[in-house]
């Protein structure tokens, strides 16, 4: 219900007028800022014809338990009409410890799949051609690891690692910031994200080498300018760090790619991807005096937002799904993930899995906004606030590099997130934001039943199967290969290399963070009370 009065803002804060007009996207300021899409500022888009040529990869983050039960739901999803594979990680995998460790007791397998060696990515992808198929890989403090087991897995199938395409996550900074699951200091994580840059530009290039995320800090709550600005001053980071590494910024800047959150409000949702990809490509010429397009076009993949979810009403969730959805293909993504309606209460089931899968499918063969690319490009309101978000991120990142750059702003970046996260729930709470079924609309219902259940005896059935794995292999090649790879930490090699020896030999994931802890050390945050 819309109350009299009442004053309409954006997520960062600024009011809405009740109808914007020629004088809010003036015409010469369209021709400077819009173009064309495919060419600079790519405003309208990376590609000509964006969707209208290629639809965006159909992707939908999937994993939990053993690799061989996610491969199950994998090859489900393929024969549902999935056109790309996202891979979730249980905590063990991301925090860099195998599933028999004491830190990994109670997780294994209960929030993604567990990963620890070789044979557990080859099971995962059992009877999938990884030459024909694109995978993401949501993984950071561990990315490198993960990537060489996956060029050691497509070596088995006979697929060159030159034939792979996909992305590994990659994204540190924002761990620091938003999310937590980080193991080494700033300065070793970004090396490994710097070799990961060099070793892909020369052995794997069609991957993408990153994909630096606003997402996660979105789902931390922060604005929707924020996101844009916190997750561009990140990437500025990155690419100062391959530059210092001595990689050459039209080499390797192709090859990132970008993650955000595809939140509720369509229209401004609209205008941020679209700000975002100008920006990016105004700094990548006018900071780093990049020259190849492909390295100043932003791409993208959208997720939609997990934290919009509720467990009330939850096939609401559905709905909120489908508008977020739209938002990432107007605002022209490459590939998007839609959430499933019972996330807010547990794993999906393949029931819901399947609804949002056929969402992104109902958008792209029904709804007609593929036909076109950009479709809201020179609405008054699209325009208005494409330039506000532009400029707003803009300003943040000026105060980021006042500060000395992204690794220096962690700490402020963390306040500017919590700020905006408390005061979107004190709107909640005080009925400023209506969230239906939640503070308005609410009902009195039992939860859905059938919600989807981990094996409960996962945890000490991939304990058991490491075990197996360790005893099998050839201890002295192991041994040769985690002491090259503690070598190399510890002198400037590429350690991507070793890490493939390393998996390759039989050595696993959490035998590679241990030597890699006791040369890297470990972060401890600090506490601000």
Known sequence: MTEPGREFRTSWGTPLKPVYGPEDAPVERLAQ???KPGEFPF????????????LWTMRQYAGFGSAAETNKRYRFLLE?????????????????YDPDASMA??????????IASLEDMQDLFEGIPLDRVSTSMTINATAAILLALYVATASRQGVPAERLSGTVQNDILKEYIARGTYIFPPGPSMRL?????????????????????GYHMREAGCTAVQEVAFTLANGIAYVQAALDAGLAVDHFAPQLSFFFNAHNDLIEEVAKFRAARRLWARIMRERFHARDPRALALRFHAQTAGSMLTAQQPENNIVRVAVQALAAVLGGCQS???????????????????IALRTQQILAHESGVAAVADPLGGAF????????????????IQKIDDLGGAVAAISFMQREVQEAAYHYQREIEDHARIVVGVN???????????????????????????????AARDRAAVGRALDALESGARGRANLLPLLVTAVEAGVTLGEICDRLRGVFGVHQPSVAI
């Open 105 to 114: 007791r109670g997780e294994a397998g209960k929030v993604g799949v567990s």
């Open 381 to 396: 309101a699209v325009e208005r606030l494409t330039g506000e978000i532009e400029e707003a991120a803009r300003v943040y």
């Open 440 to 470: 308005e609309f609410v009902t009195d219902e039992p939860p859905p039943a059938n919600l989807f259940q981990v094996d409960a005896t996962v945890g000490p059935a991939l304990a058991e199967r490491v075990a197996r794995t360790r």
């Open 80 to 96: 549902q009409g999935q056109t790309g594979l996202s891979v979730a990680f249980d905590l063990p995998t991301q925090m860099g």
């Open 33 to 35: 800022d819009l173009g």
């Open 193 to 213: 994200v710097t070799d990961t840059f060099a070793y892909c530009r020369d052995r794997v290039p069609r991957w993408n080498t990153i994909s630096i995320s």
């Open 336 to 354: 998007l993930h839609t959430n499933s309606m019972d996330e807010a209460l547990a794993l999906p089931t393949e029931r819901a899995v399947r």
């Open 43 to 54: 405003t309208r888009g990376v590609h000509p014809e964006m969707h209208r040529k290629r």
